[in-house]
Every structure is written in C-alpha cells, then in structure tokens.
Antibody, heavy 118, light 107 residues
Framework: QVQLVQSGAEVRKPGASVRVSCKAS????????MHWVRQAPGQGLEWMGW????????NYAQKFQGRVTMTRDTSFSTAYLDLTRLRSDDTAVYYC???????????WGQGTMVTVSS | DIQMTQSPSSLSASVGDRVTITCRAS??????LAWFQQKPGKAPKSLIY???TLQSGVPSKFSGSGSGTDFTLTISSLQPEDFATYYC?????????FGQGTKVEVK
C-alpha cells in the first residue's frame, strides 16, 4: 500500500531555513509527481509546488519562488522540501502528496509541523 | 489564478441527513475537480476525483457531480464519522487552488 512518511516537527527562528522529508513506499517513487501543500493553523490548504522524481523537474507556486527548493533522492525514495528565510507566517503543517490517478493528491503524508518563532 | 468558492462555509446537520456542499470555480475547469475530507489533526483524505469518480475504498454514500464551473459533493446519509471539514480543489491549471472549506458540524 502507498505510504508517505514525513520527518518530525521543527522549530526555527525567523530568517532560518528548514528541510522536511517525505519517504515513499508501496509504489514506484519515480512514477508520479510529488506535491507539497501547507496548512497554517486553523486555515485552509495551500499548494506550494511539485517535483517530478524521475527527472528532478520542479514547478513552484509563484508565492514561494526564490525561497523554496524541492529535491529528491531516488536511492531512498525520498522527497525533500527546503524553505528559506522563514517568517512567522510560514508556521504551518507541511504535507507531501502524490497521485497515481489523473488528480494530484490521492495519498498524503501525515504532515510535519513547522513553527517559526523568535 | 482560479478561485474556488465553497458554500456554505459551515453547516449543522443530524445523523441520517442528506448533505450537499457546493464548489464554484472562477473559470471553467472541465471535470478537473477533487474533494477531500479532513478531520482535526489529520491529513486530508481524498474522496473524489475527476468530479465524480470515487476513490478506492470510499463509501458510496459520497457522490460528486458537476462540470465546468459548478460542482457538488453530496453525502446521502450523514454518519457520525462524516463530521469533518470538506475541501474542493481544481487541477485544471497552475497554481493548484483549494476552496476555503466547509465544516460539517453536529446539529
């Protein structure tokens, strides 16, 4: 069965960077895009971008251009989200998600809480 | 960007009720629409994609319809485990966008 297991919660100060990982199992990691979506406390869902694990190609939401980098390590079937120059409004749960279907988000990781606070 | 607007933002219902949630896109998205259920502290769960195709394992009390700009999610007979927040999402173009959510609460 498809499983996406994310790294644990992180606390950072404003201006710092954070890396979140997402380890995939139960399917062909290089077969489907991996998306990242975040959710601020009490708020809705916000798409951040995707990476093609096969080629390494990426597509980022304009809002995050210049601050976000998505990478992958196919040897470990793991995708990574790096976010730099963190601000307090980056405090959110960050999810990875993928889809064998024609949609984007059939399967989700459990989420990683990132707290940005001085 | 395509704006997704859900209505209502919240609703109160009883076990056994039929519930309908509406999602409107700011421009046509064909049938490139998904619905998700989210419970507190949990990741969203995919219910429906391509506007009306049920994800594997999702009970048939959930159904979706619509095309173009107007879509609906219907729960035929609300059960205790269905009290949650529901989101629609378009995957017709980038950036991907979600509705603001509809919270289904106990009456």
């Amino acid at each position: 069965q498809v499983q996406l297991v994310q790294s644990g919660a992180e606390v950072r100060k404003p201006g710092a960077s954070v890396r979140v990982s997402c380890k995939a199992s139960g399917y062909s990691f290089t077969g489907y895009y991996m998306h990242w979506v975040r959710q601020a406390p009490g708020q809705g869902l916000e798409w951040m971008g995707w990476i093609n694990p096969n080629t390494g190609d990426t597509n980022y939401a304009q809002k995050f251009q210049g601050r976000v980098t998505m990478t992958r390590d196919t040897s470990f079937s793991t995708a990574y989200l790096d976010l730099t120059r963190l601000r307090s409004d980056d405090t959110a749960v960050y999810y990875c998600a993928t889809a064998p279907s024609s949609a984007d988000f059939d399967f989700w990781g459990q989420g990683t809480m990132v707290t940005v606070s001085s | 960007d395509i704006q997704m607007t859900q209505s209502p933002s919240s609703l109160s219902a009883s076990v056994g009720d039929r519930v309908t949630i509406t999602c409107r896109a700011s421009q046509g998205i064909s049938n490139h629409l998904a619905w998700f259920q989210q419970k507190p502290g949990k990741a969203p769960k995919s219910l429906i994609y391509d506007a009306s195709t049920l994800q594997s394992g999702v009970p048939s009390k959930f159904s979706g319809s619509g095309s173009g700009t107007d879509f609906t999610l219907t729960i035929s007979s609300l059960q205790p485990e269905d009290f949650a927040t529901y989101y629609c999402q378009q995957y017709s173009s980038y950036p991907r966008t979600f509705g603001q959510g509809t919270k289904v609460e106990v009456k």
